[in-house]
């Protein structure tokens, strides 16, 4: 296993909130295809186990945050998703009135000792296409 810096996990990350977020919608078309390639292979490098615990935060993440904000019909639709420029995260919407964001920031904890600790905050927030 390679081991990531920051910004690398923060996309790999990213690559998770993509997978996660776009299966509880009905279809999604990704537009931003050369970023999902990329953070996808970040994504890959991970551990299995590290793989999972980054799902696993996303799944939280949406079913406490996201999907009791939205509607059934909303997730019945088909939603465009891209990635954001600075590789923190992704943005869904439905082209029309819902947006969904998922954002995060990173910082790299030094103990000393070569020890070091990456930590990832998620933060979820759905705005009207209005309020851009």
Not at 97 to 109: D, K
């Amino acid at each position: 296993m390679i081991k990531l810096d920051a910004k690398e996990t923060m996309a790999a990350q990213a690559y998770a909130a993509y997978m996660i977020a776009t299966s509880y919608f009905g279809s999604y078309k990704c537009v931003t295809p050369q970023m999902e390639k990329k953070t996808e292979h970040l994504y890959r490098l991970q551990s299995i186990e590290n793989q999972y615990k980054m799902e696993d935060r996303i799944k939280a993440l949406m079913e406490k945050q996201v999907l009791p904000q939205i509607s059934e019909e909303l997730l019945d639709s088909q939603v465009e998703v891209a990635f954001l420029s600075d590789g923190s995260g992704v943005r869904i919407t439905d082209g029309l009135e819902f947006v969904l964001e998922i954002r995060q920031s990173v910082r790299e904890i030094d103990y000393g000792k070569n020890e070091k600790r990456t930590e990832i905050a998620l933060n979820a927030k759905i705005f009207d296409v209005e309020e851009e």
